[in-house]
């Protein structure tokens, strides 16, 4: 999508820091990291938000849900970690393009704010 900016990281249009990247998701350091590890995870494909995902989508999303534990392990998280979504106005979304947060190596509070 033109004016997506998760879109353009994904086709390496705006530069970011990945540490992970196959045919179908990628995986890229938050620019306003919320923990010592904070790292963001998106589907190349766009869709706005989990609010708007279809039934075709279900492969991919279950290849990127699949993928987190290989992530957090390469990441040294094997104490642990949180994945967040952010959904709407509501779930504090400000990125209109699919994303989970894994955020770890630091001890995380419940519930959240
Ligand atoms: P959310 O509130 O869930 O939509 O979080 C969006 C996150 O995206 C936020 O933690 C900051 C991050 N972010 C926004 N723009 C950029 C960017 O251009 N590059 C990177 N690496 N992260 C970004």
Redesign the pocket.
Known sequence: MAEC??C??AEKE?P??VVYEDEQIVC???????APV?V?IIPKKHMASLDEVSEEDQALLGHLMVKVRDIAESLGLENGYRL???CGED??????HV?F?LLGKRKMTWPPG
């Not at 890229?28 to 919320?34: A, T, V, Y």
Request: net charge neutral; glycine share 4%.
């Open positions: 900016i998760f353009k990281i705006i970011s820091n890229f350091h938050d620019l306003e990291p919320q904070h963001l967040v979504n952010n779930g504090f979304q400000s990125v209109k994303h947060h």
